[in-house]
């Protein structure tokens, strides 16, 4: 599961700020709006909401979110 040259562990989710600013800093109230919309996976950790790294990166594969 480790990705990266150092042996950290890949991510497989995100917080939502920090899906904003992968997504190249889009606004969170558009990543929270991506949610409710099921164009990305919600993944709760206790009250804590993530994201799932496999959705970003579908979302990202596929061109974005329909309008």
Excluded: Q
Aim: proline content about 3%.
């Amino acid at each position: 599961m480790s990705n990266s040259s150092d042996g950290a562990p890949e991510r497989i989710a995100y917080s939502i700020p920090h899906t904003a600013w992968v997504l190249g800093d889009v606004s969170i109230g558009h990543i929270r709006n991506l949610i409710k919309a099921k164009t990305l996976d919600e993944v709760r950790i206790g009250r804590r909401v993530m994201v799932s790294a496999a959705s970003i990166k579908r979302l990202v594969e596929v061109g974005g979110a329909d309008k």
